[in-house]
């Protein structure tokens, strides 16, 4: 298993974003829809979705989420509006965005298809960068456990290991 890309952003006063970065595993699970949930929930991602990523800047305070690209491409911006970076990414990629980064989709292919699950299934909140809610949502995030095992590689996989140091 190849280690993730990661990336790290600032706190804007509105979106909080996280000390963990965002991992970006570039085909790591085959394009297919089905695939990507039996693989995230043999590793305890569950509580998933399908669909594509909402075209404005949110965050959750109170879940990780992943991510599994699983048909078409996009260009996402993580991190916010003011301190964010465009990602592409595509079918196979993964995204695991730990609590309180923002993302939002800026463009994609038309036939974008998105797999989500979070941790344990974990509910989640969608948040979208209310400075009047800073400090909650900072109090929030700072409660949301780190995963028992990474969504791509399970307990051998990189995610405890990038996200405790």
Known sequence: MKTPETHRFADDGG????????L???GA?????AAMERAFAAHGWSGG????IFPFHHFHSNAHEVLGIARGEAQVMFGGPENGRILAVSAGDVVVIPAGVGHCNKSDSGD???????PGGAGYDLRRGDPAEHAEVIESIAQVRL???DPVGGRDGPLRRLWSG
Do not use: H
């Open 29 to 33: 699970l085959p394009a297919d829809a």
């Open 147 to 149: 995963p028992e095992q």
């Open 24 to 26: 970006v595993y570039r």
């Open 15 to 22: 979106i909080p974003n996280s000390r963990l970065p965002l």
């Open 49 to 52: 979705w399908r669909d594509g």
């Open 112 to 118: 974008l298809l998105v797999v989500g699950a979070y």
